[in-house]
């Protein structure tokens, strides 16, 4: 569960601020972050943030101590963990966050840009 005050509620207020990002609940009790119908991460409450990423960024991100495997797939790349204890993590998450934020929107400009050419 969120706190109203915690830090679901501080990495909320930064990623919906970003332009086109929407969030909401999930089906299975997460609250998530959305870019053009694809998902940047999502939280448990105010514990923990998942996410999906390439498979070359995870193995990066994995190697650099910078997320950990999904609890509940453990043996596969590219979806990834972070746990939410203190600040540093919450930092740690919107920077997570952030780079899946500019992967997906930089694709979107250069597929944009490629239609108008």
Same mark, same amino acid.
């Given at each position: 569960?969120?706190?109203?005050?915690?830090?679901?509620?501080?990495?909320?207020?930064?990623?919906?601020?970003?332009?086109?990002?929407?969030?909401?609940?999930?089906?299975?009790?997460?609250?998530?972050?959305?870019?053009?119908?694809?998902?940047?991460? @999502?939280? @448990?409450?105010?514990? $923990?943030?998942?996410?999906?990423?390439?498979?070359?960024?995870?193995?990066?991100?994995?190697?650099?101590?910078?997320?950990?495997?999904?609890?509940?797939?453990?043996?596969?790349?590219?979806?990834?963990? @972070?746990?939410?204890?203190?600040?540093?993590?919450?930092?740690?998450?919107?920077?997570?966050?952030?780079?899946?934020?500019?992967?997906?929107? $930089?694709?979107?400009?250069?597929?944009?840009?490629?239609?108008?050419?």
């Amino acid at each position: 569960m969120r706190s109203a005050n915690g830090p679901g509620a501080q990495i909320t207020a930064v990623v919906v601020a970003w332009p086109g990002v929407e969030a909401g609940p999930g089906t299975r009790g997460e609250f998530a972050f959305r870019v053009s119908g694809k998902e940047i991460g @999502h939280l @448990h409450g105010d514990h $923990a943030a998942h996410f999906g990423f390439p498979k070359d960024v995870w193995r990066e991100l994995r190697e650099d101590g910078r997320i950990e495997p999904h609890p509940v797939f453990p043996d596969r790349e590219g979806l990834a963990s @972070h746990p939410i204890r203190d600040e540093e993590d919450v930092r740690e998450v919107l920077a997570l966050m952030r780079l899946n934020y500019d992967r997906l929107t $930089a694709k979107e400009v250069t597929t944009t840009t490629n239609e108008a050419a």
